[in-house]
């Protein structure tokens, strides 16, 4: 869907088809897509701030090779900084260069039918800054 950061002034997703293909089919960060083979792992993980892998992905707090993306204030420091018992985006998000690549979900149970179900979903509002309930400036 619609991201924290999509200005309603720019119309539906569907004026951007191309093909007949929009954003909400085509890429998992707007809720169609999927990465293959990758499943977040742990299923359900969040950061010390309870911010999910679909946070960092549709945030860009990551990159796919497990760096800090374009969204991601040095303010913040480090992904690793707000690892949960140890694992970080980096470790547990697919779409930040983690998860499980072995192509089956933890259970060997796809859940709700692939992956875009765990990575892409919808887990907060607007989420301007980690912990700072999307009021902008703020921090950990």
């Known amino acids: 869907g619609y991201g924290p950061r999509w200005a309603t002034s720019w119309g539906p997703f569907a004026a951007y088809a191309v093909n007949g293909v929009s954003a909400a089919v085509a890429c998992c960060g707007c ?56 694992v970080s985006a980096a470790d547990a998000c697919c779409a930040c260069g983690g998860g499980n690549r072995t192509g089956m979900p933890e259970g060997g149970v796809v859940a709700g039918g692939d992956l875009a179900t765990t990575t892409t979903a919808a887990t907060a509002g607007s989420a301007d800054a980690p912990g700072d309930g999307g009021a902008q400036g703020g921090g950990l």
């Open 31 to 86: 809720g169609g897509g999927a990465l293959t083979g990758c499943f977040d792992k742990p299923t359900g993980w969040a950061d010390t701030t309870a911010h999910g892998c679909a946070v960092y992905m549709n945030e860009r707090w990551c990159t796919g090779d497990g760096g800090v993306g374009a969204g991601w204030s040095d303010l913040w420091g480090s992904l690793r900084h707000h690892a949960t018992d140890g």
